[in-house]
């Protein structure tokens, strides 16, 4: 039963995890340039975001097995 409800749980955090890792990795548009501008803040933001799904990824697998 809890094997269950932590792969649930953590599938669920990593799906909210990998849309906030997509919405972070867009680009800005700079409406005075009429450019789209790449966001350096959001970026980082995404890169730890990948980080912290490795890391609950992991955690899952240590307490599932």
């Known amino acids: 039963m809890v094997k269950i409800t932590?792969?649930?749980v953590g599938s669920l955090v990593?799906?909210?995890l990998f849309?906030?890792?997509?919405?972070?990795?867009?680009p800005i548009y700079n409406k005075m340039s009429n450019i789209w501008e790449e966001?350096?803040?959001g970026?980082?933001?995404a890169k730890l975001i990948i980080l912290?799904?490795?890391i609950i990824a992991f955690i899952m697998g240590a307490v599932m097995k």
């Open 52 to 54: 912290a799904m490795i």
């Open 6 to 8: 932590v792969f649930l």
């Open 39 to 41: 966001d350096s803040y």
């Open 19 to 26: 849309l906030m890792q997509e919405a972070f990795s867009k």
């Open 43 to 45: 970026r980082l933001m």
């Open 14 to 16: 990593l799906f909210v």
